[in-house]
């Protein structure tokens, strides 16, 4: 055991911080950045979620595994917070896709009845 800083727990533990860390913030800046991009705002739970990671990150490399209940309290709080995120971002994602599909039904049933004004075609013999 010459050579060994601590107990084993400790690389692993720390090894699972970083890891949970990396998700956490690389999560949480994809669902910003998707968010952004769709103009709908940004989450508060991606913006934690993006937050927590950074610190986890920092965390880990400073020796938060050292202190063994406060490592697992904050792996639980991060993991809880990527899995919350990540479901109530899903659900937003798939209201948005239902509401856009029943935009387009719409849109193509009125271009197809010829309801609408400019989009008219000319009478004469179907072709």
Known sequence: MAGRPGPPYVGAVGILLLLLGVLAAASGALKLRAR????????ALAVAEAVAGGLTVLGSGMGLARQRPL??????????????STTIHARRVAAHRRARRASEELRFTTYVRGETGPLRRAPGPPA
């Open 36 to 43: 952004a991009r769709s103009l709908v705002g940004t989450s």
């Open 71 to 84: 490592a697992w309290t904050v792996v639980g709080i991060v993991a809880l917070l990527v899995v919350g």
